[in-house]
């Protein structure tokens, strides 16, 4: 019994090195960039003025959809990303999409995707925003946008060296006109893109 305990245990450490060295170390200056529509409006509007890789991730509108395409670019020596930037939140937490606010299933997929590149690369988290006014207002979406907010600042952000935070909603409440009417979405023009893309450009340049 004994001996096939051990076998069970080294199987397992076994199992785990090789995950391990599934993840390539990142390649120097690589992004990825794991966005939602906000984003999407960012570059139709704005242009890709940082030359972001966005191919390789793409819009990934929630965390489920984004983590395949970064554990394919991890597993890949020439595309492991020495960054990855997760522009997501807003459909995480949304009541639509067949999602009930805030879960714990948000929770774990979205700390999956932070953590799915290498150890040694780095992952900004770009804090989204919802700004509601009489005629949007939408008591859940606030709940869960704030929950996740604080989640990612009180518990992820301290959990790692590896992790940046960088927050839009500071630019976006101080600049309402850069927000559509529905207080989610950015207007379409090429200064709220601009704006937004300055935020993530943040989050990047915060990584080592």
Not at 58 to 73: N, T
Not at 112 to 130: M, N, Q, S
Request: hydrophobic share 40%; charged share 15%.
């Amino acid at each position: 019994m004994t001996r096939h305990l051990v076998t069970i245990a080294l199987i397992g450490i076994l199992a785990a090195v090789a995950a391990g060295a599934c993840k390539y170390q990142p390649v120097p200056d690589r992004v990825d960039v794991a966005g939602d529509s906000i984003t999407w409006l960012s570059l139709s509007y704005g242009g890709n003025r940082q030359g972001w890789d966005t191919d390789a991730v793409g819009i990934g509108w929630q965390a489920e959809h984004s983590e395949p395409p970064v554990d394919a670019d991890v597993t890949d020596p020439k595309r492991s990303p020495a960054i990855l930037v997760v522009a997501l939140g807003q459909n995480d937490v949304a009541t639509s999409l067949s999602r009930d606010g805030f879960t714990q299933e948000d929770r774990n997929q979205l700390y999956a995707l932070y953590f799915a590149p290498h150890d040694t690369a780095c992952t900004a988290i770009v804090l989204p925003w919802y700004q509601p006014t009489p005629d949007n207002y939408d008591a859940t979406q606030a709940v869960g946008i704030n929950a996740y907010r604080t989640w990612v600042t009180d518990t992820i952000a301290p959990s790692s060296p590896r992790i940046r935070v960088v927050d839009w909603g500071p630019v976006a409440e101080a600049h309402p006109e850069y927000l559509q009417a529905d207080g989610v979405h950015i207007a379409e023009n090429a200064t709220a893109a601009a704006a937004y893309q300055a935020v993530i450009q943040t989050g990047i340049e915060a990584c080592p």
